[in-house]
């Protein structure tokens, strides 16, 4: 498509008006910078990308509002956009080109549909599903192959489990989640009892609710508990490899990426961050807007707005610090060792 095409099919909050309108070149599709060429659309956000401007073939790029930015892009002939949020008009763009793959709606015949289910309209149920009774499923769900829904779940309208998801009984799922494959919601939470013989089973008796527009990453797990609720907020993201265990309460809009590990009853406030392989010990708790950065291990509670690392967690600047100071404990050792030789 044209240039101009693309940028009026673009949410205009996202971006200002095209400001080089005489150039206007053919965009057929949608390249990270380092890799654009003629005819694609790339974007620029941060210092760190700021100089491929100057080397890329790309013929169209989303800019930040840089006036310098823009001077050069013009300079080289390259069509330019200017957005306050580059990624965010970058992440629309590609929508343009790109829709996920979607089966037809209609129930493949070797599907097993369990008595007393309830099926919404526009319904697409690929092969060898299994669908157990009583399960209620809402308008426009999509079921990929090989799904196991067990007793007594709901579906919410628009959402999507990718095959070989697994959702056990009782669960509950909002509209417009998605569910990759691998994933497990409402699996048996983690729970014995210490006996003398060794460990007792308590049955896990909960269930799990993910509210509307959750995310859950490929092979990752949410677990019921003995009893109540495992909770997943409105709009959080799971990336994957996530676990969450039983008795979680996690926020709204939060993201959690890939091998974090929660124990169980830990609750997380709104937006908060977790970064890769983060683990966070039974029953703490972390406040809104909260980001722990990779690695961090996790086992007191956190404040609103505080940012930790390290293991065990400390505040994010005294980490840098402490980290500085490691990195110089050979001189540092060397030095107290000839110190101590004087003081003998």
């Known amino acids: 498509m044209k240039f101009s095409d693309l940028i009026s099919q673009l949410s205009p909050q996202a971006h200002s008006l095209n400001t080089n309108p005489h150039l206007n070149p053919e965009v057929n599709s949608i390249m990270p910078i380092d890799q654009a060429e003629v005819n694609t659309l790339s974007y620029i956000e941060g210092d760190k990308f700021a100089k491929m401007v100057a080397v890329t073939t790309a013929s169209a790029l989303i800019l930040p509002l840089d006036l310098s930015l823009q001077e050069l892009a013009t300079k080289r002939g390259i069509a330019w956009l200017s957005s306050a949020y580059p990624r965010l008009t970058f992440a629309q763009a590609i929508g343009l080109f790109y829709q996920p793959f979607q089966p037809e709606s209609k129930i493949h015949p070797t599907a097993v549909i369990g008595e007393d289910v309830k099926l919404g309209k526009n319904v697409a149920i690929a092969a060898n599903v299994v669908i157990e009774k009583g399960v209620v499923i809402e308008d426009h769900v999509c079921i990929f192959p090989n799904v196991v829904i067990y007793p007594h779940v709901t579906i919410g309208s628009g959402t999507l489990i990718h095959a070989n998801a697994t959702i056990e009984e009782r669960s509950q799922i909002g509209s417009n989640c998605v569910i990759h494959s691998g994933a497990v919601i409402g699996g048996e939470g983690f729970g014995f009892v210490p006996i003398p013989e060794g460990w007792y089973k308590m049955q896990q008796s909960g269930y799990v609710i993910l509210e509307d527009g959750v995310e ?87 404040k609103t707005g505080e940012t930790v690392s390290g293991s065990p967690a400390v505040a994010n600047k005294l980490y840098l610090k402490v980290s500085a100071i490691y990195k110089k404990l050979p001189e540092i050792y060397k030095i107290v060792k000839e110190l101590q030789k004087k003081s003998l």
């Open 216 to 302: 859950i990453g490929c092979n990752s797990t949410v677990d019921r508990p003995a009893v109540g609720i495992t909770r997943i907020g409105k709009n959080t993201k799971l990336d994957n490899l996530v676990h969450i265990g039983h008795n979680g309460d996690i926020g709204e809009n939060c993201a959690l990426a890939a091998q974090v590990g929660l124990a169980g009853g830990v609750k997380l406030g709104n937006r908060v961050i977790l970064a890769g392989q983060v683990g966070v010990a039974n029953q703490v708790q972390i406040g809104d807007n909260a980001i722990a950065s990779a690695q961090t291990g996790i086992h007191n509670d956190v």
